[in-house]
């Protein structure tokens, strides 16, 4: 654990150190220490195959980071030279050789770092930072369509175990899920696409329960089948908002349940006969989405219907919350041989009902309802009463103290108070876990809201907290509050990327010294603790150095074509001034820059979208590059080009609305200058080769 720590803190230490464009380093420093890191990595990897053979996950640990900062030097080069930020061409090149090595290797990380980064190449395609494309309905519609598919694909290969990826099994199936869900939104033909989701969704459940029994996946397709139905309810609701359709809301909540419970007693009579676990588990899994989908529905229903009859008015505050106690509350406590569902959708009623009408008072009775709920507590024993309770309870804490007094008071309270459940003794593991989630988020979320001094000691504070419960966790054997600190710890990480509070140079090297005592803490322990750790698998180096040093050569290949190439532009291309319009947003991994645009980036509307152009730019009297009027496109003048001394020729490409890209959009520029330079930089001074293509040289004032 320490070594994986250690590994991730530097590697995280160079993406941000990178990405903080340090102007002390010129070009070819940074080149040189990219390059040299991506070299050590690799050199250490082999090294430690060789002579540390008792730690080779190490050696298999290091390669990966390898793979991983060959993406953060793509990422610099581009960055060194103004090439597009977060393009799907980035990512793209960061995909190959890594997919490479998962082939090579068998190796998971590497499948899975390929498998992230194919959804990166897709995401950043249609959703390119440096251009605004506007795809039809109908587009997106087969986008998440083929997503889907090409997901479910891979789930279906991975299930086969050939190879074993559970990782990215898992991942492919919540992707395929997401990718449908979405597609069900999607606004074309008709009722097309919900009939759809409900199609394959009835062909998951019989997979999942029938064909191949999975109890997990069937939990989350019910958990987003249970997402889509509530959408469709309040998507109509909002749509055509009448008495009747909350009327039909409200029976339609009284329909599922009843019709649940008589199907629940069936599955009952039938597992005494078969004794089949899998038909509790679709019981089990059965009654849980009809109780969230029945609790919301029935209270979002019985919320418009009070609202439309002005019976909100009539009854008043106090008046609706003393009903929701008797009506939903008190049954659901006191009927103990009632049927589950019925007696859960109730309290989920009651619990969404209380909630929605304490908080909007001025008088005390959110204390009151807080009462009930710890009452609900100590009556409601049992698993699902006590989760809903402990939801319910922190909601109505957090809204009304953050109402009353200011806007950290709710989430100290509800921090506490969940620190206060999860150390309490013989609580059920599920309760301990959900404490412990509830406890992380809240104290993640007030680590970010803090600034100065106070932001900073609470973000060291959450990171010594949740490195000492990954270490506990997994030494008393506790092992989902161990993957979940886990995940916390790196959601931390990340999240440090985009906060201000720090500078991202900072944190490099805060990091850097945190991975390097990382590492010697955990190589201490070991020699004190003098076992003898056995490698779950050899070093993929024993049996492919040749095929992994073919990659890493192509890799070091890439990168000295992306120098040689765009040097070449510096060095013999024609240097023209154009004016700009600059804006500064943030790279995922190449840090600040500004976006510029230019007085030709928008041509004819009349241009064809994704195709080649070749733009004539001519000198004005103020030196000043700008548009000549002339344009080629697939070959062909827009008009006979007559050529000027002194004209230069520009490669572009036509998007949407004759919008035109010429890959010198961004201009990286060093952590907290973006305004700055927005506001001083009135023009680009940019290398222009014989070929047409461009690089951003620098920005000038004047």
């Given amino acids: 654990m320490g070594y994986l720590l250690a590994i991730s803190l530097l590697l995280s230490a160079l993406l941000y150190f990178f990405a903080s464009n340090w102007p002390a380093l010129d070009r070819w420093e940074k080149i040189g220490v990219s390059a040299a890191v991506l070299a050590l990595f690799y050199l250490t990897s082999y090294l430690v195959s060789l002579f540390w053979k008792r730690q080779a996950f190490i050696s298999n640990w290091l390669l990966v980071a390898g793979g991983i900062s060959f993406g953060i030097t793509v990422a610099l080069l581009g960055q060194i030279y103004n090439s597009h930020a977060d393009s799907y061409l980035l990512f793209v090149v960061w995909l190959v050789p890594n997919l490479l090595f998962a082939v ?135 749509t055509y908002p009448s008495l009747g359709y909350m009327l039909i809301g409200l029976l339609l909540v009284v329909g599922l349940v009843a019709g649940s419970t008589v199907l629940v007693k069936r599955l009952r009579q039938h597992e005494q006969v078969t004794s089949s676990r899998w038909f509790r588990v679709f019981r089990e899994v059965f009654t849980a989405l009809i109780v969230t989908v029945a609790s919301l529905l029935g209270t979002l229903s019985i919320i418009a219907l009070a609202s439309l009859t002005s019976l909100d008015d009539v009854l008043g505050e106090f008046g ?63 698993l699902p009463g006590r989760l809903m309770a402990q939801v319910a309870f922190s909601l109505v804490l957090h809204m009304n103290l953050y109402i009353l007094f200011w806007n950290k008071a709710g989430l100290w309270a509800v921090f506490l108070l969940q620190t206060a459940l999860y150390l309490w003794p013989r609580l059920h593991p599920v309760l301990r876990g959900t404490s412990l989630f509830y406890g992380l988020f809240v104290l993640l979320t007030l680590a970010e809201s803090y600034t100065q001094m106070a932001g900073l000691w609470l973000n060291l504070g959450f990171f010594a907290l949740s490195t000492f419960l990954l270490y506990w966790t997994l030494r008393t054997g506790r092992v989902w509050e161990f993957r979940l600190s886990l995940g916390f710890w790196f959601v931390f990480l990340l999240m440090k990327y985009h906060d201000f509070l720090w500078s991202l140079l900072h944190k490099s090297f805060s990091l850097l010294l945190l991975s390097v005592l ?39 290949a890439v990168a000295g074509y992306q120098v040689w190439s765009s040097e070449a532009i510096l060095a013999k291309g024609t240097l023209v001034k154009l004016e700009l319009r600059p804006f500064d947003p943030r790279s995922l991994l190449q840090g600040d820059y500004v ?36 344009y080629e496109l697939g070959g062909t003048w827009n008009r006979t080009y007559q050529a000027e001394a002194g004209d ?38 940019v290398r222009v080769a014989a070929n047409g293509d461009a690089i951003v040289e620098g920005l000038a004032e004047k």
Wanted: hydrophobic share 50%.
């Fill in 595 to 630: 976006r510029l645009s230019y007085s030709f980036s928008r041509l004819s509307n009349e241009l064809p979208s994704n195709e080649k152009i070749r733009v004539v730019l001519r000198k004005t009297e103020d030196d000043v590059y700008d548009f000549s009027g002339y």
């Fill in 320 to 382: 609706f919350f003393l009903l929701t106690v008797v009506v939903f509350l008190l049954p659901a406590v006191l009927a103990k041989r009632m049927d589950a569902t019925v007696r859960y959708t109730l309290l989920g009623v009651g619990l969404l009902l209380g909630f929605y009408f304490s908080q909007y008072n001025d008088n005390a009775l959110w204390i009151v309802f807080l009462a009930i709920i710890a009452g609900l507590w100590v009556l409601v024993p049992s």
């Fill in 518 to 556: 990382f590492f010697l803490v955990s190589y201490t322990l070991e020699l004190r603790s003098g076992q003898q750790v056995s490698a779950a698998r050899p070093p993929v180096w024993a049996s492919k150095r040749l095929a992994l040093g073919l990659v890493i050569m192509l890799q070091f």
């Fill in 648 to 685: 230069v020729i520009i490669n572009g490409r036509v998007y949407g609305y004759g919008n035109v890209e010429y890959g010198i959009e961004n201009y990286f520029i060093p952590e907290g200058t973006g305004r700055e330079v927005e506001e001083k930089a009135k023009y680009a001074l």
């Fill in 104 to 238: 090579l290797t068998r190796y998971q990380p590497f499948y899975v770092l390929s498998y992230v980064l194919v959804h990166l190449v897709i995401w950043f395609y249609l959703n390119q930072s440096s251009l605004r494309l506007r795809w039809e309905d109908q587009w997106w519609f087969l986008f998440y369509w083929l997503i889907a598919l090409g997901n479910l694909a891979l789930f279906w290969l991975t299930s086969r175990k050939t190879p074993d990826l559970p990782v990215v099994r898992i991942l492919s199936f919540l992707v395929f899920c997401t990718a449908l869900l979405v597609m069900s939104f999607v606004d074309v033909y008709s009722f097309i696409p919900e009939l759809l989701y409900i199609l394959v969704n009835i062909a998951l459940f019989y997979a999942f329960l029938k064909w191949r029994p999975q109890r997990g996946l069937l939990l989350v397709t019910s958990g987003f089948l249970t997402i889509f139905a509530l959408y469709q309810f309040i998507y109509y609701m909002f």
